[in-house]
């Protein structure tokens, strides 16, 4: 079993659409959580980190965290063509190994 | 600032070639990062600098990879002699602070092995 697991997508949604991207994971002891955006030929960016159950919100993004059912997301409200890429959910048990989801890829349709 | 700089951008090369793949970290970064993602796959952790010193290496598939850091700043990956299993996407990450969410990644160098 895979330690993380991301709905695999494509996703393909219209501009200003609601974007909903999943993980769930097996390891108890991930305690850090994070959403990085990759664009084509390009290296992870860091989009958001929490640490803790309940939501974040950073301007149009919104980070999610169930740990109890060890399930998190991320919502990008607003969806702009600009915000086509791969979108990857990493999470780690407080030392320095990431463990990534596979990458769901959106498409905003203009 | 500059960022995580990685050369080269990609590579090509026959098996049983070597090859060896350079980072740059963000300066004043103490801890460097090696991932790698083959195709279809996650990104997978290879290992873990501090300054010079190697702090895990358990991510390393086998033992015809070899990282190093030289004098703590940018280190070398090579991989000798390269598979085809070995084709895929090298990313490397630092950060300021260890066990810290913020890794900074590099664009990645893609090998492929023919």
């Known amino acids: 079993q895979k330690e993380v697991e991301q709905d695999p997508g494509p996703l393909s949604v219209p501009e200003g659409a609601i974007v909903s991207l999943n993980c769930t994971y097996s390891?108890?002891?991930?305690?850090?959580f994070m959403w990085y955006r990759q664009y084509s030929r390009k290296g992870p960016e860091l989009l958001m980190y929490t640490y803790s159950s309940g939501n974040k919100e950073d301007g149009r993004f919104t980070a999610q965290v169930d740990k109890s059912s060890k399930y998190i997301s991320l919502f990008i409200r607003d969806s702009q063509p600009s915000d086509s890429a791969t979108y990857l959910c990493a999470m780690n048990a407080n030392d320095y190994k990431l463990s990534f989801g596979a990458g769901t890829t959106v498409t905003v349709r203009a | 600032e500059a960022g995580v700089t990685q050369f080269p951008s990609h590579s090509v090369i026959e098996k049983g070639q070597t090859v060896t793949l350079r980072c740059d970290p963000i300066s004043g970064h103490d801890n460097l990062y090696w991932y790698r993602r083959v195709m279809g796959k996650e990104i997978k952790f290879l290992l873990h600098f501090v300054k010079e010193s190697k702090q895990d290496e358990s991510g390393m598939p086998n033992n015809r990879f070899l990282a190093e850091r030289t004098g703590g700043t940018y280190s070398t990956l090579k991989v000798q002699p390269a598979e085809l299993e070995d084709s895929g996407v090298y990313f490397c990450a630092s950060s300021q602070v260890q066990g810290t969410y913020e890794q900074y990644f590099g664009p990645g160098t893609r090998l492929t092995v023919t």
């Open positions: 390891n108890s002891a991930f305690q850090y």
